[in-house]
């Protein structure tokens, strides 16, 4: 059996910078945006678009700018030529609420 002998060095990891910390975060590529959760709820079924492939099999929150008391999480799939989104609706718990 042949042992490999590495310097300790090869296992230490760099501590990330406090620099790091203060950075935003990556701006989302724009058609990662276009989920059926930013659409309005006004929309007709039949109107709104084919989603795209990009957005297939991921988990998407609603992006609104106002606070509100319930997030809606959404996913789409595609089965063949059919689209199918799950939307979870959850509360949000308040601010200084310590029930369950």
């Given at each position: 059996?042949?042992?490999?002998?590495?310097?300790?060095?090869?296992?230490?990891?760099?501590?990330?910078?406090?620099?790091?910390?203060?950075?935003?975060?990556?701006?989302?590529?724009p058609?990662?945006q276009?989920?059926?959760?930013?659409?309005?709820?006004?929309?007709?079924?039949?109107?709104?678009?084919?989603?795209?492939?990009v957005?297939?099999?991921?988990?998407?929150?609603?992006?609104?700018?106002?606070?509100?008391?319930?997030v809606?999480?959404?996913?789409?799939?595609?089965?063949?030529?059919?689209?199918?989104?799950?939307?979870?609706y959850?509360?949000?718990?308040?601010?200084?609420?310590?029930?369950?």
């Open positions: 059996m042949l042992l490999l002998k590495q310097s300790d060095s090869s296992f230490n990891n760099v501590y990330p910078a406090n620099e790091d910390d203060a950075r935003d975060p990556p701006v989302v590529p058609h990662l276009r989920t059926l959760l930013n659409y309005p709820t006004s929309m007709n079924a039949s109107n709104l678009p084919l989603p795209e492939n957005i297939l099999n991921h988990l998407y929150i609603e992006n609104r700018e106002a606070p509100r008391s319930v809606a999480l959404g996913f789409t799939h595609r089965f063949r030529s059919k689209y199918v989104t799950v939307v979870l959850k509360p949000v718990p308040r601010r200084g609420s310590t029930s369950t």
